[in-house]
Each structure stands twice: as structure tokens, then as C-alpha cells.
């Protein structure tokens, strides 16, 4: 029923990996997998690395080279870039860490006018020691097909079976697995900007930055109960959706609604159980230090639990889901075949290919001036207008992680320092606010013997966050006016 894959012929044959580092994992430090594959009976040395500062992290810089056997020789390395980043790291010696055995059915296809796409399905085991990993992996390769092409398949395919698009590669889970370790949370790597970047490339690292990543969280969240994989992936989420804000003139609007919306949907699943998370873990507790035996706080302690599961199924649901993919597969394929180039700004406006260094200025300036509007006025501005600067400032901050790399580095760090400071400082009347809304849930859902207990309870918490609110008010408004008072950095461009 896939036109791409009718009438061709599979091979199957069954690989097995060993994988090398030194004893204190250098080359894994270093963002290199070292491994050395037997197929057949032919030997090949694969040394793998992430590319830096560019490119989808579904892309890496990689060097393949026959070896007699199964030992590894980095005089073999044949790409200079990758033996210079393995350096003298291999000299300290080493050893096998973990093996993947696996058997691979090869699925060549033709598409007409196009070139072809290899289809590699992988079914085995990751051994580490005695300890063991299943793999069901399914990996397309451009044998000179264009990205539109590639992505064309994958969503066919996606279809037809259920898949997940993953960051997770077997060699990570190899050293997880050799190390008894479970999934971790990732935060959002730096995105670095030549002087001489373009607009456009600008837009394509930066969104490429929010999507690696809501990617590389989402094993976190579907394998442990770690409430910060959830954290990332909803501040990857904000981080895109601040992308696609800042770029908004320069991509067609129907492409922007588009994404928004998919974005929308994936904060709707994810939110309520941050939210939950953060009022069991910051509202809740630190009163119960205080009230350790009063009934209701320990009945809201317990009704929040359920939440907390419940909105956390919800969230891993919504990650297993058809549409989170297909969501993942579009922005993919929106970003490899850059869909929004026929679209330009109108007449007296930055272009795609303009130097991005001035666009930053404009799109910080603009960022700044919204803080500072709704900041000078700190001391009278009303709860609801305090939730609007906290958005502000979150949005600043984002914008000065997007270009921040274009400025002095000592000037960037310590106005982020200043903008995260206030972000804190709002951040906790948001989390009253927020905290007022679950308790009020907890009470409308409860039997009509509870609803006292938990309204008793209520008021406590909601009475001793505040009180801490407004102890922090004059904390507030210097941090505020420290913002507004330092230098504004993106005036002049200089490393």
C-alpha cells in the first residue's frame, strides 16, 4: 500500500557492533562514538561525531574505513576534522564498553526523477555486560533523494506503523545501559551565530535548537518520573514558539498558524502536568514543612498525587501519539527544504539574506522596550499587568539566547543573569496564581466532608505564599530597576 515500496526486494543480514571508548569515557566527552562493526566477514571502523554549532541533530559527521580485524586503528580515520577532534584520547587506551547485535533488513527503493532512499529496520539487542536492551529502530538514508522525497516516505510510512521520531542513538543507550543509567533531561544547547550569518540561517539554527531540544526529552518523560523532562520539553515548546514570533515577517502566515496551533495542542498536553508537578513540589511542600500534621495540606498532598499521574499519562500519551510525529516530521521537513522562502517582507524591510546582526538589534530593542514599558511602572502596576511583564521578560530572555552569540560574552551573561533574577521574581506570583486555580479544583472534586479540610488548607498556602511575595517586593523592584539601568548590550556587535 506504500507506492515507494512495492515491488522491491529486502536483504537481510545480521551485524554486530562493538562499541570503544577509553576507561573514563573521553571520546564520549569529547561527542565522538567509536565502533567497529562485522558484517559478513568484513571488519569496518565507524568514528561518529555530533556537528557542532549547525545542522539538525539527525545529522552527523561520520568516517567509515575497512579494518583486517575486529581491533580498532585510529590511523584509519580518513576525515582529518574527525582525527583531530579524537586526538590523543584514543592513546590512553582502549576498550570495549558495550556490543549491539541486531539484524538489519535493507529495503532499497527508486523514486522516480529523484534518486532513491535506503529503508534500514534494525531488530537486536543492546548488551552491556548482563545487562540487556531491546531495539526496534528504523532509519531512512538519501542515496541522492531530495529532503522533500525523504520526508515524503517517512511520513508514508508513519502511517502505515506507529513511529516515533528519537535523538536517542544506540550508542547513547549503550552507555546508559553499561552505566545502569535511566534517561535525563536535557536543557536547550547554545545556539551559536556567526557575524555573518544570514536571517535565514539564523532561523534555521534557532528553530533547530527548540526542536533538538523537545527531542531530547521526551525519553525522559516516557521512561522515568523525572519531573524536569516535562520542564524541558514545555520550555522547548516556549522557545519555538518565541522562533517563530520573532521571525513571524518573514514566514508565510498560514505556515506560522500551522505550527502555532500543533504547539498550542502539545502545551495543552504537557502543561497541566508541569503545573501539578510544580504545586506538589514548590507550593505544597514547603507549607507541610511548617504544618506537618494539619489534615487538610496532607489531604491535598494525597489528591495531588493522582493528578500528578494522571496528567503525566496524559503527557506520555500525547508524546506516543500519531500527531506529536507527524508534528515533529513537518517542522523537520519545514526547516531541510525551507518552505518559507518565497515569501519575502515588504518593500524597506531586512531581507532573508541580510547579515542577522542587524535584525538582532531590531528584535532585541523591540523585546526590551516591552519590558521596560510595563517595568518602569512596577510599584503601581496591577497583578494581571505582572503576569503580562513576566511574559515579557521570559520572551527577552529567549531573544537574548537566540543572538546572544553575536555579542561580548561578559556583557550577555550578566544581563541574562539580571533577566533570570526577575523571571524568578515573577515567576512566583504566577505559581500563586496558578496554585489558587488547582486547589480550587481539588475542592469542586472532592466529597462535601473534604471541601472544608482542603479550603482550611488552601488558605493556608495560598496566605503563606503570598505573604513571601510581598516580603520579596522591594527584592522585585530592584531587580527590575537593575535590569532597566544596565547597558543594553545589543547596541554594539563585537566577540
Known amino acids: 500500500s506504500i507506492p515507494w515500496l512495492q515491488g522491491t526486494t529486502s536483504h537481510i543480514r545480521k551485524l554486530s557492533s562493538t562499541y570503544f571508548d577509553t576507561p573514563e569515557t573521553d571520546l564520549r566527552n569529547r561527542g565522538l562514538v567509536l565502533r567497529v562493526r562485522k558484517d559478513s566477514d568484513r571488519y569496518i571502523q565507524t568514528v561518529k561525531a555530533d556537528r557542532e554549532n549547525l545542522g539538525s541533530a539527525l545529522d552527523r559527521l561520520e568516517s567509515e574505513s575497512p579494518l583486517p580485524t575486529s581491533i580498532p586503528d585510529m590511523t584509519a580515520i580518513s576525515d582529518d576534522a574527525l582525527a583531530r577532534r ?32 535506503t529503508v534500514d529496520i534494525d531488530v537486536g539487542e543492546i548488551r552491556a555486560g548482563r545487562r540487556r536492551r531491546q531495539v526496534c529502530e528504523l532509519e531512512l538514508e538519501s542515496n541522492g533523494a531530495s529532503p522533500a522525497s525523504l520526508f515524503a516516505l517517512a511520513r508514508q510510512l508513519h502511517q502505515h506503523v506507529p513511529l516515533r521520531v528519537s535523538l536517542v542513538t ?55 518520573v523525572d519531573p524536569e523532562g516535562i520542564h524541558q520539553m514545555r520550555v522547548a515548546l516556549r522557545r519555538l514558539r518565541s522562533a517563530f514570533r520573532v521571525f513571524h515577517t518573514f514566514i508565510p502566515a498560514e505556515q506560522c498558524a500551522s505550527f502555532s496551533q500543533e504547539m498550542q495542542w502539545l502545551t495543552s498536553v504537557l502543561g497541566p502536568a508541569r503545573d501539578w508537578d510544580v504545586f506538589s513540589s514548590d507550593i505544597i511542600e514547603p507549607v507541610r514543612e511548617h504544618f506537618p500534621d494539619h489534615e ?20 506520555r500519551e500525547g508524546i506516543l501519539s500519531k500527531r506529536f510525529t507527524s508534528f515533529i516530521l513537518d517542522l523537520s521537513a519545514w526547516l531541510m527544504t525551507s518552505k518559507w522562502q518565497h515569501h ?10 541580510s547579515p542577522v546582526k542587524e535584525f538582532s538589534m531590531i528584535a532585541i530593542g523591540k523585546c526590551h522596550r516591552k519590558v521596560r514599558k510595563r517595568g518602569e511602572k512596577i510599584a503601581t502596576l496591577p497583578i494581571p499587568e505582572r503576569h503580562r511583564l513576566r511574559i515579557d521578560v521570559k520572551r527577552l530572555r529567549y531573544a537574548t539566547e537566540f543572538f546572544g552569540s553575536l555579542y561580548k560574552t561578559k556583557t550577555v551573561e550578566t544581563f541574562s543573569k539580571r533577566l533570570a533574577r526577575l523571571q524568578d521574581d515573577l515567576g512566583r506570583l504566577n505559581d500563586v496564581a496558578v496554585a489558587e486555580t488547582l486547589t480550587q479544583q481539588l475542592i469542586a472534586s472532592s466529597s462535601r466532608a473534604e471541601r472544608p479540610l482542603i479550603a482550611e488548607a488552601k488558605g493556608i498556602m495560598i496566605g503563606w505564599h503570598t505573604r513571601t511575595v510581598l516580603r520579596n517586593e522591594s527584592t522585585l523592584r530592584q531587580d527590575v530597576k537593575n535590569l532597566l539601568d544596565g547597558p543594553a548590550f545589543w547596541h554594539t556587535i563585537e566577540r
Not at 584520547?89 to 522516480?112: C, D, H, N, Q, Y
Not at 489531604?299 to 498525587?305: E, H
Open 296 to 315: 487538610g495540606l496532607s489531604l491535598i498532598k494525597r489528591r495531588t498525587k493522582g493528578r500528578r499521574d494522571r496528567y503525566r499519562k496524559a503527557a
Open 86 to 117: 579524537v586526538g590523543d584520547a584514543a592513546g590512553i587506551g582502549l576498550k570495549p564498553m558495550f556490543r549491539v547485535e541486531v539484524e538489519r533488513t535493507t529495503i532499497p527503493t527508486s523514486i522516480a526523477d529523484d534518486g532513491g532512499i
Open 170 to 224: 544506540k550508542s547513547d543507550q549503550g552507555y546508559d545501559l553499561r552505566g545502569g543509567l535511566q534517561p535525563r533531561s536535557k536543557k536547550a544547547g547554545r545556539v551559536i551565530l556567526e557575524k555573518d550569518s544570514s536571517v535565514e540561517q539564523a532561523l534555521q539554527a534557532i528553530v533547530q535548537s527548540g526542536m533538538n531540544q523537545l527531542l531530547a526529552n521526551d525519553s525522559c518523560v516516557l521512561n522515568t
Open 344 to 353: 519575502q517582507p515588504g518593500p524597506g524591510t531586512i531581507r532573508l539574506s
